[in-house]
């Protein structure tokens, strides 16, 4: 039977204070008219990207009471969508997860949350690189940043790179299993060192097309925006829109986001001031920037 409302499966961590994982995404996909299922991973006092000393409980072996629960309720979700994960078990979980509930799913959404600016947090390694090759084999999308992109394929960070390799290395990813592959944070080759810019590129398998929204580099970085980012997409494929109307809701989305917290003073590793602009998700879209790529 067709849900009243869209229900997303959220395997993410919990924090306290800042505004990342479920912090981020419940808010985002309800404002979306979504309904958000969490399956917590673990449970912080603040989220890692700048504070520290934060507290930390592991929920491993309790997520697994979680889904049994669950499976025991035989629920329905039209999708299934995962991010940070803390363990090679958990990505174990997470792949079993996908395997029962998927089966009923509209599409599963995998964000392999490693890493940034060329370096994997520290919280990973290689064992972790491995587990999320092995798990995105399982998801119809993945929405890795430029820096995990390299790391999946096994390849050398470079951000000097041309769109016609981007391309490549998006094809080799869908030929791993997922059908769409949306790259974020995907550095362009400076024409004008005054006019910086950054893109989202995706590749869809199945109509062997790629898509590009591209927008001008802001000098800040804010935990939480890539959870952000996915879950504008999740919402709006959900909603009905097509593959480039979604990433270019979500980087409009961000982009605003970020414009609107940058002339603020406070401290940036509190993430972006997402309540000043949950509204903008009700707003109808125009979409001007999305380009097919030849």
């Not at 550095?187 to 006019?195: A, G, T, V």
């Not at 804010?222 to 959870?227: A, E, I, M």
């Not at 003073?265 to 380009?291: F, Q, R």
Request: with cysteine; glycine share 6%; proline share 4%.
């Amino acid at each position: 039977m067709e849900s009243l409302v869209k229900k997303v499966a959220a395997i993410h961590d919990l924090s306290g204070y800042g505004r990342a994982s479920l912090t981020t995404i419940i808010p985002i996909l309800s404002n979306m008219k979504v309904q958000v299922c969490p399956v917590p991973t673990a449970i912080l006092s603040t989220h890692t990207g700048g504070f520290e000393g934060y507290s930390f409980i592991d929920l491993t072996d309790y997520m697994q009471e979680h889904i049994a629960h669950w499976k025991r309720l035989d629920l329905e979700f039209d999708c299934i969508y995962s991010g940070f994960l803390g363990s090679p078990k958990q990505i174990e979980i997470v792949a079993d997860f996908i395997d029962y509930f998927g089966k009923k799913s509209k599409f599963i959404v995998v964000d392999p949350v490693m890493g940034d600016n060329g370096k994997l947090y520290s919280t990973m390694d290689n064992e972790m690189v491995v587990g999320m090759r092995n798990l995105i084999k399982k998801a119809d999308i993945i929405t890795p940043n430029f820096t995990e992109v390299m790391y999946l394929l096994g390849k050398e960070y470079d951000k000097n790179i041309d769109i016609e390799k981007v391309k490549e290395y998006l094809k080799e990813l869908s030929n791993m299993g997922p059908k769409i592959v949306i790259a974020t944070s995907v550095p362009e080759i400076e024409e004008n060192k005054m006019d910086k810019k950054t893109s989202v590129v995706a590749y869809d398998r199945e109509n062997d097309v790629f898509w590009r929204v591209s927008c001008r580099y802001i000098p800040a970085s804010y935990p939480g925006t890539g959870d952000a980012y996915t879950s504008v997409v999740i919402g709006s494929l959900l909603q009905g829109d097509s593959l480039p109307m979604a990433i270019e809701r979500g980087v409009q989305f961000i982009t605003q986001c970020i414009m609107a917290s940058y002339g603020f003073k406070y401290p940036k590793k509190e993430g972006v001031l997402l309540e000043k602009m949950l509204d903008v998700l009700k707003m109808p879209m125009i979409a001007t920037n999305y380009e097919m790529l030849e």
